[in-house]
């Protein structure tokens, strides 16, 4: 077994007394691990960490705290594990000469020159745009998932995910208010803890409204920071103003061109495990960017979503539970008869492919693309979506929204060297929260129903009951930037036909559709810029880190 090196941040290895420890990631609340073992409130991490391995062994796992993944080799024993928040990524290969090498950045399980590109993983990112372990872009390199844990001893491999204690339920939804406001408040402590400049990310939703104002009465020094862009429809800078200033919190909005935009996209193909075709992961790392060097404690509110969980929107309800029962080819004929409005019922192949996130490639079209047939039925997205009836709306998305990555800040970090740290994520505060009956998490006109009450007791719901859009980017002016030197840079054909890994003249069709007008080839387009920038990275030494 080995640890690879290379990348951004990467694990920390120590070594104590024949154990091998390697971590990476955020671990909290350390200390009070340290009395529970006898040992000295500022023992180093990886002594603490060693020392619980050593009574608990892997009931060490739940008593951890923090957004991390970690690796322990004991003689022929090994540990790998990844928390639950999913926000920090560790990667196992097992060469046929060789023990299990594992990196919390996959391109250092690489070897030299163009990778070797996993087939199935290819499928999965022209679908979704992303990949959600196990999968991962590389052949013969698996990812664990978020809350899964690794272990070989002697000859015996297996898999499990780490047990949490059920967090008992309050008897009433304030009591419960109560205690999520608990809660958070102690996980906030916690990653504020020692910080001498601390700052938050404030977009104007519930989340990070509720983490600033929780936040601010611990530390009034606070700085709130807002990404603001010059579009109207996704600058959320004005929202988040309003509720800076009534928190009392010095607020300032980070804003960057479209160049800078560009730059940052470079910058994250060299950096990133693997390709992520979110178009706000540029401005997320223009962002962390910002803050390194200002900031040692950034406060995110990422989790809350998943914690809480969602109801999909009524027409995915109706698609899901309804029309999913007609024949395939009834629903393609109804779909080009109905008004364009209610098309999203009938125009899918499989239910599923309503949920997902971002507008990716058709089957078919990957087929045509790769050349071969495409499955996603083994994907963990498809996968979840089977687990439920049809009628579990509520339940599914949920569901589906663990199986959907974060990995915008992920790559983010890894790429700016900047962490954050998620009181909502991979803590008591977020086992709480998924504990509690669905209707006190979400209820018709109100999601977010308990993170709403709790937040109307420390800010006007005029400031911040309005609707809300995720964080987005204006992905067409992008594109469209230079005269399209973006797209023309990294669609050429010619690149494309030399790899020999999807259709080069489907790759020169795209890009002139695109230059044409045809807007909605805007996310396929960019998922295949991220893709070469990708591979560009992994097989040009200069630009490698």
Known sequence: M???????????????????????????????????????????????????????HTALLPRLQGCFVLALADGDELLLYRDPSGLRNLFHAAPADAGITFASWLPALLPPGAPAIARTGLHEYLRFLDLAAPATIAAGIGALEPGQALHRRGGELKTFFAEFERPAVPASFEAAVDAVEAALDQAIALRLDGAQNPAAFLSGGIDSALLCALAARRRPDLVALTVGFDRAPFDEAPAAARIATHLGLRHEVLRFDLRAHAAAFERLAAAADQPLADPSTPATLLAL?????????????????????????????????????????????????????????????????????????????????????????????????????????????????????????????????????FPFAGTAAERLLRALPPDWRWRPGEPKRILRALLARHLPRALWDTPKHGFDFPLPALLADEDGGLVRRHLDPGRWQHRGLIDAAGVQRLAD?????????????????????????????SKTR
């Open 2 to 56: 080995s640890c690879a090196a290379g990348g951004g941040q990467q694990l920390q290895v120590d070594r104590r007394d024949g154990l091998l420890v390697a971590w990476h990631g955020e671990l909290h609340a350390l200390p009070a691990l340290a009395a529970e073992l006898a040992l000295a409130a500022d023992a180093p991490p990886a002594a603490v960490l060693a020392a619980g391995w050593r009574r608990w």
């Open 513 to 541: 559709g695109l230059a044409h007008g045809e807007q909605g080839l805007a996310f396929r387009v960019w998922a295949l810029a991220v893709l070469d920038a990708w591979l560009q990275a992994r097989t040009d030494p």
């Open 289 to 421: 960017e910002a803050c390194r060097g200002r900031f040692d404690a950034v406060l995110d509110g990422t989790g809350a979503d998943e914690a809480l969980g969602l109801m999909p929107p009524r027409h995915v309800r109706i698609a899901v539970e309804w029309a999913s029962r007609l024949p395939p080819g009834w629903r393609r004929r109804l779909a080009g008869a109905v008004p364009a409005g209610l098309a999203p019922l009938l125009n899918f192949e499989h239910p599923a492919e309503t949920m997902i996130r971002w507008r990716g490639f058709g089957r078919g079209e990957i087929e045509a693309l790769c050349g071969e047939p495409v499955s996603f039925a083994g994907t963990r997205f498809f996968r979840s979506f089977a687990r439920f009836r049809p009628g579990q709306h509520f339940e599914r998305y949920s569901a589906l929204l663990d199986a959907m990555p974060s990995e915008r800040l992920t790559q983010a970090m890894l790429a700016s060297g900047q962490a954050l740290r």
